[in-house]
């Protein structure tokens, strides 16, 4: 839930007898661990939003979902005029229907904290430019495998199409200036 509701929390799914144990385990943990009021309040609003306006929310989300994809994809390709996903120096992940997509270095400085220096540049001149809050993926120094840095984007429901323009040109440019190799 605290990523998807904007709140904490979760759910239980598995076989009955392990769900009934954990359910009741877990009363010690209900006061001593809960949910905050103003967050359990901020998942009955998204729930009941989502019960009442979840069709047209959803056909939104997917429409900007696709829609930004394809401008980046463009604004990538433009960079480059050769029409492909990678441009400039950013390579875009994730699938057109994802609320999620990753921009990553087409070619890395060969050491994370370069590669993420370079991606911090980015995310700064796309706020300068569009206004558009983009972030670094931070992982753990302790994960053995991190993942590639990346920019991280999410699209929402509420997006104008004049604000996904805006952003994916502001990184078209902000990606034609990384360097090419």
């Known amino acids: 839930m605290s990523a998807s509701l904007a709140t904490v ?10 769900v009934n144990h954990q359910r009741l385990s ?5 006061f001593s661990a809960s949910l905050p009021p103003f967050n359990a309040t901020a ?3 998204a729930l009941r939003l989502l019960r009442s306006e979840g069709k047209d929310r959803v056909a939104a989300l997917r429409r900007n979902c696709v829609a930004m994809h394809k401008l980046l994809t463009a604004a990538l390709a433009g960079s480059r005029g050769d029409g492909g996903a990678e441009g400039g120096g950013l390579w875009l992940m994730g699938d057109e229907i994802s609320p999620v997509k990753h921009l990553h270095l087409v070619h ?3 050491n994370r904290a370069g590669d993420e220096a370079l991606l911090y540049q980015v995310c700064d001149e796309v706020l300068e430019k569009a206004g558009a809050l983009l972030v670094v993926c931070d992982y753990s ?7 590639r840095s990346s920019i991280r984007l999410t699209i929402c429901a509420a997006h104008t199409e004049e604000q996904l323009e805006a952003c994916a040109a502001a990184i078209g440019k902000a990606a034609a200036r990384l360097p090419s190799a």
Do not use: H, M, N
Not at 9 to 18: A, D, H, K, N
Not at 26 to 30: I, K, L, M, Q, V
């Open 9 to 18: 929390g979760g759910f239980c799914l598995g076989e009955p007898s392990v």
């Open 26 to 30: 877990s009363t010690a943990y209900c």
């Open 43 to 45: 998942g009955i609003v």
């Open 108 to 110: 890395s400085t060969g």
């Open 141 to 147: 120094p302790l994960q053995k495998r991190a993942p």
